[in-house]
């Protein structure tokens, strides 16, 4: 077997554990898309169009409440600049590969294959530019049809379940469950305690400016507080 | 819900623009800039856009869910409670939100 293709498949295994996240995302995305009435075709081309969960769920949220399209727009984006993180990373360990690979995998470049790519690539310097982008294809080969599929799956579910039974907390549940885990320091912690209260607090502005303008100055404090901890640290 | 339909000419701006804002992102040091550095203040930024927008977000929906008219909701707000302290406390996302969901089904039968 070639280093690449063994890369590839330590790739898909590595990845295979995310199904129990990602299936019951992706069909609680699918399900509650389609009790917002959207169509089965409009479902997919969402999910094919962004394939970034948070976002996907952000922008249903705000197109319900009917918010300014700049402001769904907006946030949804802000959702997903962390990937700008993510691609300045990679871009030292695969910018030799050809344009055209790397234009797939930037389509491909989710939380889970990136998590999974830059742990594998710092655990094993000697990693060959081919064995660098088969690990990554292969990270993201369990993700891929498991997001699309189960969104189908849920939108289904979704056209029989009666709407009164609709989840109307299922989106706080499931953005605080993504959130707390990301609280690894006490600068994530004011970054989004603060958001949170100035949020609260400035509700009365036009609808989603005060999530814009709170998140934005959590933002802020949480990455001010992260350099004049380090600053203090030396 | 406030109003179920949701405005299609909207909803198609969204799905193409955010998803190519959103490949944009991804193919920009990838594809374009190769081995650019960020400044540090921006590198630093980027690392709390998720986790201030995130909790933000579903923030007004916590304390005045719109199913009980905009009334706070004990049984809304101690899943939410119980969400954030199980997935800060065992760091997965899938535990936490089971912990929620039997919460919020569970409370109105002990109450």
Same mark, same amino acid.
């Given at each position: 077997?070639?280093?690449?293709?063994?890369?590839?498949?330590?790739?898909?295994?590595?990845?295979?554990?995310?199904?129990?996240?990602?299936?019951?995302?992706?069909?609680?995305?699918?399900?509650?898309?389609?009790?917002?009435?959207?169509?089965?075709?409009?479902?997919?081309?969402?999910?094919?169009?962004?394939?970034?969960?948070?976002?996907?769920?952000?922008?249903?949220?705000?197109?319900?409440?009917?918010?300014?399209?700049?402001?769904?727009?907006?946030?949804?984006?802000?959702?997903?600049?962390?990937?700008?993180?993510?691609?300045?990373?990679?871009?030292?360990?695969?910018?030799?590969?050809?344009?055209?690979?790397?234009?797939?995998?930037?389509?491909?470049?989710?939380?889970?294959?990136?998590?999974?790519?830059?742990?594998?690539?710092?655990?094993?310097?000697?990693?060959?530019?081919?064995?660098?982008?088969?690990?990554?294809?292969?990270?993201?080969?369990?993700?891929?049809?498991?997001?699309?599929?189960?969104?189908?799956?849920?939108?289904?579910?979704?056209?029989?379940?009666?709407?009164?039974?609709?989840?109307?907390?299922?989106?706080?549940?499931?953005?605080?469950?993504?959130?707390?885990?990301?609280?690894?320091?006490?600068?994530?912690?004011?970054?989004?305690?603060?958001?949170?209260?100035?949020?609260?607090?400035?509700?009365?502005?036009?609808?989603?400016?005060?999530?814009?303008?709170?998140?934005?100055?959590?933002?802020?404090?949480?990455?001010?507080?992260?350099?004049?901890?380090?600053?203090?640290?030396? | 819900?406030?109003?179920?339909?949701?405005?299609?000419?909207?909803?198609?701006?969204?799905?193409?623009?955010?998803?190519?804002?959103?490949?944009?992102?991804?193919?920009?040091?990838?594809?374009?800039?190769?081995?650019?550095?960020?400044? /540090?203040?921006?590198? !630093?930024?980027?690392?709390?856009? #998720?986790? &201030?927008?995130?909790?933000? +977000?579903?923030?007004?929906?916590? *304390?005045?869910?719109?199913?009980?008219?905009?009334?706070?909701?004990?049984?809304?707000?101690?899943?939410?409670?119980?969400?954030?302290?199980? /997935?800060?406390?065992? !760091?997965?996302?899938?535990?936490? #939100?089971? &912990?929620?969901?039997?919460? +919020?089904?569970?409370?109105?039968? *002990?109450?």
């Amino acid at each position: 077997m070639s280093a690449s293709r063994e890369s590839y498949l330590r790739g898909v295994r590595a990845a295979l554990p995310f199904a129990v996240v990602i299936v019951p995302f992706a069909m609680l995305f699918g399900l509650l898309a389609s009790e917002a009435g959207l169509q089965l075709y409009e479902i997919v081309a969402f999910s094919v169009s962004v394939f970034a969960g948070a976002s996907q769920f952000a922008a249903l949220h705000l197109l319900q409440d009917q918010a300014p399209l700049l402001v769904i727009l907006a946030t949804s984006l802000a959702v997903n600049l962390r990937m700008l993180m993510y691609s300045v990373t990679l871009a030292p360990h695969v910018g030799a590969a050809p344009l055209g690979v790397r234009a797939v995998m930037a389509y491909l470049l989710v939380d889970q294959s990136f998590a999974l790519s830059v742990a594998e690539y710092d655990k094993r310097p000697s990693m060959t530019l081919p064995e660098k982008t088969a690990y990554f294809f292969g990270a993201v080969t369990p993700v891929l049809p498991l997001w699309m599929g189960s969104t189908v799956a849920g939108a289904l579910a979704g056209r029989a379940i009666p709407p009164e039974y609709a989840l109307d907390f299922a989106v706080p549940i499931a953005f605080l469950a993504m959130t707390a885990p990301m609280i690894r320091s006490w600068p994530h912690a004011l970054a989004a305690g603060l958001s949170v209260v100035l949020t609260l607090v400035l509700t009365f502005l036009p609808y989603g400016t005060g999530l814009l303008v709170g998140s934005t100055i959590g933002m802020a404090a949480g990455a001010g507080f992260e350099y004049w901890r380090e600053k203090a640290a030396t | 819900m406030i109003d179920p339909n949701i405005d299609r000419v909207q909803f198609w701006i969204v799905v193409v623009v955010l998803g190519l804002a959103t490949y944009a992102i991804r193919f920009s040091f990838l594809g374009l800039l190769g081995n650019r550095v960020l400044p /540090g203040w921006l590198q !630093r930024s980027l690392r709390y856009t #998720a986790v &201030a927008v995130l909790p933000a +977000l579903v923030a007004p929906a916590v *304390l005045w869910p719109p199913a009980t008219g905009g009334e706070p909701d004990a049984a809304r707000l101690l899943a939410a409670v119980v969400t954030m302290v199980v /997935g800060l406390a065992t !760091r997965q996302m899938i535990i936490a #939100a089971l &912990a929620g969901v039997v919460t +919020l089904l569970g409370l109105p039968f *002990l109450l």
